[in-house]
């Protein structure tokens, strides 16, 4: 590897002020940096860029400085470089650095060489604080909703499986310096809460909804992860699902399948009105297209509505009059299905 002089790549004297070092750092590091440089030598800038910011990351650490003084006196830049024998260098591969930090080639060979240990043990550290104040996790979990309460809409409430902090140590784990008895020192325990949740009005299967802190609690002080919902929508008694389409049915009275007649329609896009065409039949579909579930792909099924023919629950005498005239008047016989024929 190639021994990098910190203090000729700053234009800096040895014994340079850590002021004067910065100083110059941002002067170069102006004029390097690869945003200002066109094509062509753009990857020669990036590589300046590195190398000067890599200067800076050893002279301004009071720590890497010494070590790199001790061991750099006697070496040129751009030197094979080899490493001593044991002592204080302590040497790491510089493939190893790489992966730790990410890779890119960031840093020298040299740079890996001398401070890789370092900056290993600086990541553990910083790795082991962020585990003390991490963030909750987030929570995914389902909720089956039939297609009626996705038209009805309101409030819903779900009972939901939850991670806590516990409630006897207060998350720690611990209770007068000994294992907490109701968590076991995991400083969690499991639970159960019901959650309230408002139906979306433009509620369809498979929307997610983030329900903000519903998730997993933080540790040390950290924030409350989210709670992912997705909700599915399950046919019922009304609207039978047969993947993205909607089968209803649709009571009419035996005149208004005779006549026609306009009937309006609870879906999930709201009062919508069903033309019903002079002579339907009962068990006839008729389509409403887009009125149905949200296809995975995109774009929506259709509803169906099926004709049943109904009377209405209470008929009037004088409609049981017309009736019994109609029956007179020599109705068309009725055949088919199971019935026997006369
Ligand atoms: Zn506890």
């Not at 968590?183 to 369809?204: D, F, N, S, W």
């Not at 297209?289 to 949200?294: D, E, I």
């Not at 088919?336 to 024929?341: F, K, L, S, T, V």
């Amino acid at each position: 590897m190639k021994f990098q002089d910190y203090y000729e790549i700053l234009g800096v004297a040895r014994d340079a002020s850590e002021d004067d070092i910065k100083k110059a750092y941002r002067k170069l590091a102006m004029k390097w940096h690869p945003d200002r440089h066109q094509d062509d030598d753009r990857a020669a800038a990036e590589e300046k860029f590195k190398r000067i910011n890599e200067a800076k990351e050893v002279l301004t650490d009071p720590e890497k400085r010494a070590k790199y003084d001790k061991f750099g006196q006697n070496w040129e830049h751009g030197q094979d470089f080899r490493p001593p024998e044991g002592g204080a260098w302590q040497t790491m591969n510089p493939e190893e650095f790489d992966s730790m930090f990410g890779g890119g080639g960031g840093f020298s060979d040299f740079f890996a060489s001398m401070f890789g240990d370092d900056m290993r043990a600086k990541a553990r550290g910083a790795r082991a604080h962020r585990r003390y104040q991490a963030r909750g996790a987030d929570v995914n979990a389902e909720l089956r909703l039939t297609v009626s309460d996705a038209i009805d809409g309101g409030k819903r409430e779900f009972g939901l499986g939850t991670v806590q902090a516990c409630p006897t140590c207060g998350g720690t784990g611990e209770l007068d310096q000994h294992v907490c008895y109701t968590c076991a020192g995991m400083g969690r325990v499991r639970g159960r809460k019901t959650v309230e949740l408002k139906i979306p009005k433009e509620v369809r299967d498979g929307l997610v909804l983030r329900l903000k802190s519903l998730g997993e609690p933080g540790v040390g002080g950290g924030e409350t992860g989210d709670l992912y919902l997705t909700i599915r929508l399950q046919g019922d008694a009304n609207y039978r699902r047969e993947g993205a389409d909607i089968y209803a049915d649709v009571p009419v009275a035996p005149w208004e399948a005779l006549e026609g007649a306009k009937v309006d329609l609870r879906t999930l896009d709201g009062t919508v009105t069903l033309n019903v065409p002079p002579g339907t039949r009962s068990g006839q579909h008729l389509r409403m297209k887009g009125l149905g579930l949200s296809h995975e792909q995109g774009g929506r099924g259709d509803l169906f509505a099926v004709i049943r023919l109904a009377l209405p629950e209470e008929l009037s005498d004088e409609q049981k009059e017309l009736i019994k005239q109609l029956k007179q008047a020599g109705a068309t016989e009725v055949k088919g299905g199971a019935r026997r024929q006369a």
